[in-house]
């Protein structure tokens, strides 16, 4: 028999018992031993809730307990997450968790030390929710040199970027909409700044390249200043725009990033709608391959953590190599990376300005919106970009393009 200590009975957690519940045959048949849950740690009580039998609020209760096997951490944050995750290691049990913010930060450090005591620390449901990613980068795709990872990550973001491409609102109403269905947190900055899909890419990237890739030094931007014109200029384009956090490797170095981004229909992405996220992957010799589901709720991201408890169980006594070494990773210079940029600008009969400053541009018009003018730049530098930008008055928006 294997015995687990959840930490915190929250969506998460509590959608991990019910999957160990409802799944317990097929789970048990799969890693081969009886997975019995038998704490739950939580401040909260849960009075008239089965959970209430086998809750505790003092961690040292699981910390001293021999028999817990596996310690699930479905927290959230790095405090008091990362102090019960190294201390439970250092005690010889293996830890799953799907806590991004932790992952991020401590991830390469709390390997070494499950490395140390020949335990695991397993994190498949810290990216991408309840979709395959980690596991996949560790195992299936270690035959390629990857040269470019790329995502939706973020649920709640594609949630209301679809809305506002197929309903032309505003990004505010949407937010609004969306914090009345639950999709959006009441503070929705992590998500609508790009802060949780910078964390990811940031795994993802670490697993890529084997090294700490650290989230601050990922160039950023969120969704707030995209507006129902952009959506009908990319409609006018048969675009979409949606964020991703990407990571590319040119001349031998990857340059990570988060930001909206203007797609075309036939980029692999494309019809990654509404709650879902997609990662897409390229590989030297495998080419492209994409992952798509279910990026967060309940249930698919238990499914995904509880699938690590599997793994945790069948290797009780080994370590799964995961190569993520503690050394920084220095990422390529944002002000060095090449892009494509969708401009739009007040109509001041300045054409040739445009043109001065940006040479050959494609202009974009779209039937709905006047007074202004929308073109598209060739590949040139961020850096430069950002020089260039400056110098042009009355700029209403920025969207990078890959059409
Ligand atoms: N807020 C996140 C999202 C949750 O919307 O994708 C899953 O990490």
Redesign the pocket.
């Known amino acids: 028999m294997a015995n687990i200590a959840v930490l915190g009975y929250g969506t998460v957690g509590s959608g991990v018992v019910e999957v160990i519940n409802t799944n317990h045959d097929i789970v048990n048949k799969k890693a081969g031993e009886d997975i019995q849950v038998k704490y739950v740690l939580d401040l909260r009580e849960f009075e008239g809730d089965p959970v209430q039998k086998i809750l505790v609020h003092d961690f040292d209760i699981i910390l001293q307990d021999p028999d817990v096997d596996v310690v699930v951490e479905v927290m959230g944050g790095v405090e008091p997450a990362y102090t019960f995750v190294k201390k439970s290691l250092q005690a010889g049990k293996s830890v799953c968790t799907s806590n ?1 913010e932790l992952v991020a930060k401590h991830g390469a450090e709390l390997l070494a030390i499950a490395k140390e005591h020949n335990r695991n620390f397993l994190f498949e449901a810290s990216v991408g ?1 309840g979709i395959p990613i980690i596991r996949p980068l560790n195992t299936s795709l270690t035959a390629d040199e990857i040269t470019e990872i790329t995502g939706i ?5 594609n949630y209301i970027l679809t809305e506002m491409a197929e309903k032309g609102a505003a990004f505010e109403d949407v937010l609004k909409d969306a914090q009345d269905k639950g999709y959006a ?1 009441r503070n929705p900055e ?2 609508v700044e790009g802060y ?1 899909a910078c964390r ?1 890419i940031a795994i993802l990237t670490s697993l890529v390249v084997g090294e700490q890739v650290d989230y601050e030094d990922i160039h950023t931007e969120g969704i707030t200043k995209i507006t129902e014109k952009d959506f009908q200029y990319a409609k006018a384009l048969g675009a979409s725009i949606k964020i991703f956090g990407t990571s590319k490797k040119i001349d031998g170095t990857f340059y990570p990033l988060v930001a909206p981004v203007m797609i075309g229909g036939n980029h692999p992405l494309f019809g990654v709608n509404g ?1 879902f ?1 997609g990662i897409f992957v390229h590989g030297n010799v495998l080419d492209d391959v994409m992952f798509y589901g279910r ?2 709720g309940k249930l698919p ?1 238990a499914s995904a953590v509880v699938s690590d408890v599997v793994d945790a169980v069948k290797n009780k006594d080994s370590n799964i190599k995961t190569i993520w070494e503690q050394k920084k990773y220095t990422v390529g210079r944002f002000e060095e990376l090449p892009n494509r940029f969708f401009v739009r600008v007040k109509d001041n009969g300045n054409q040739d300005a445009i043109e001065k400053t940006f040479g050959e541009v494609r202009y974009v018009k779209a039937p709905e919106v006047q007074g202004e003018i929308a073109f598209i730049t060739d590949t040139i530098k961020e850096g430069e970009f950002a020089k260039r930008i400056a110098a042009l008055p009355d700029v209403y928006s920025v969207i990078r393009v890959d059409l």
Request: hydrophobic residues 25%; aromatic residues 0%.
């Open positions: 991004k929710g990550l973020n649920g709640t973001t947190e992590a998500d949780d990811k709650v996220n990026g967060a991201t």
